[in-house]
C-alpha cells in the first residue's frame, strides 16, 4: 500500500486528508511538529511527503532542503501564502510540487496521484549513458565524468530531457510542458531558476565546459565534450 507522511499542524485537516487517503487505499501517518519531521521520515519511510510550509519549531521549506540531501522522495508543499516568491523557493529545494490553501481533499488527493505517476512512470534504462554523463532514473543518481551529481528530481528531469536531444534546442514552454505534465502555471522564471542551479552543479563536475546552453530568444540546449580537455 503507498503511504503519505502528512506533515501539517492543523489536527483536523490532518484528520480529513488521512480519511481521504484511506478512501483510496492510500496508508498515511501524521507528525505536526517540525522537529520530528525526520525521525518520522526515516521510521516511516514514506512513499510521499504532503509537507505544510508553516510549521512549529522548524519550518516546512528547512524541512524540504534537509530530505532532499538524503533522498529523493517525492514532496509537496503545502503553503497559505501565495506569493511566487514561496513557491519558486519551495520547487528550487527540491519539491515535486505545491498546493495553496484552502484547498480540497480531493484535489490533494489527485494531486497525490499525479506526482506518483510521474515519479513512477517507465523511464529509459537503468545507467542510461550519453558519453561522459551516467543517468539511473531508478534511483535519481547521475554523474558527470565520474563525479556524482546531487539532483533534485526536477534537475534530474530538465537534465535528462535535454541530455536525450544533444544540440536540439527546447524553448521554455516545451521545457515546461515537460517538467511539469499536470499543466500547472509556471512562469519562465521557475525553469530559468533550475537552469542556473542546474549549471552550477554540472560545473562543479566540469568546471572549464559548458553544458546546458542559451540560445538567445529561443531557448536551451544540451552539448558536452567527450573529454574534461576539449
Known sequence: MTRVLIVEDEKDLADLL???????????????????????FLDYQPD?????????????????KEIRAQSQVPIIMVTAKVEEIDRLLG????????ICKPYSPREVVARIKAVLRRSTTI???????????????????AQLFGAPLTLTSVEFRLLQT??????????RDQLMDRMYQDRRVVNDRT???HINKLRKKLSVACPHCEVVH???????????????DN
Open 18 to 40: 488521512t480519511d481521504y487517503l484511506q478512501h483510496h487505499q492510500i496508508d498515511s501517518q501524521q507528525v505536526a511538529d517540525g522537529n520530528h519531521v525526520i525521525e518520522c
Open 48 to 64: 510521499l511527503i504532503l509537507l505544510d510550509l508553516m510549521l512549529p519549531n522548524k519550518d516546512g521549506l528547512t524541512l524540504c
Open 91 to 98: 520547487l528550487e529545494l527540491g519539491a515535486d510540487d505545491y
Open 123 to 141: 523511464s529509459p534504462p537503468p545507467e542510461a549513458s550519453h558519453g561522459p554523463l551516467v543517468m539511473d532514473p531508478d534511483s535519481l543518481s
Open 162 to 171: 535535454l541530455s536525450e536531444h544533444p544540440h536540439r534546442i527546447f524553448s
Open 191 to 193: 525553469i530559468d531558476s
Open 214 to 228: 542559451s540560445v538567445y530568444g529561443v531557448g536551451y540546449k544540451f552539448e558536452l565534450p567527450q573529454s574534461l
